[in-house]
C-alpha cells in the first residue's frame, strides 16, 4: 500500500507562487509515476502534469508556469507553481502510479494512489 500527503497549498495573489509537496509512505519506488491533478467546484478533475522517470509532462493550461521535480531520497515530489493565476483555483492532488506507460499519464483512471488533496486559491 501507499499513503501520499499533500501539503503547501494555500493562499496567493495572483502572479505569486506556490510549492506544493507530496510525500509518499509505504513501498513507493523511484520508478512510480507521479501525477498532478486539479478540481475546482463543480468542474471535472483535470491533469497539471507528471513526472515518469527523468521525465515530466505537463499540461498546456500550465506549461511554462508550472515545474514537477522529484526527492526520491525524501519519497516526495514537488509542483512549484509560478505565475499563478484565479483560473488555477482549485484543489490540487497527488496521485501514484506504476508501470505507467507516457500516453496515459494525464488520465486520472490509470493511477492506484491519491492523496487528500490541498487547497488552492489565487485571488485577483
Known amino acids: 500500500q501507499v499513503q501520499l500527503v499533500e501539503s503547501g497549498g494555500g493562499l496567493v495573489q495572483a502572479g505569486g507562487s506556490l510549492r506544493l509537496s507530496c510525500t509518499a509512505s509505504g513501498s513507493t519506488f523511484s520508478r512510480y509515476a507521479m501525477g498532478w491533478f486539479r478540481q475546482a467546484p463543480g468542474k471535472a478533475r483535470e491533469f497539471v502534469g507528471s513526472i515518469r522517470l527523468g521525465n515530466t509532462y505537463y499540461a498546456d493550461s500550465v506549461k511554462g508556469r508550472y515545474t514537477i521535480s522529484r526527492d526520491n531520497a525524501k519519497n516526495t515530489v514537488y509542483l512549484q507553481m509560478n505565475s499563478l493565476k484565479p483560473e488555477d483555483t482549485a484543489v490540487y492532488y497527488c496521485?501514484?502510479?506504476?508501470?505507467?506507460?507516457?500516453?496515459?499519464?494525464?488520465?486520472?483512471?490509470?493511477?492506484?494512489?491519491w492523496g487528500q488533496g490541498t487547497q488552492v486559491t489565487v485571488s485577483s
Open positions: 496521485a501514484a502510479g506504476s508501470r505507467l506507460i507516457v500516453s496515459t499519464l494525464s488520465n486520472w483512471n490509470a493511477y492506484d494512489y
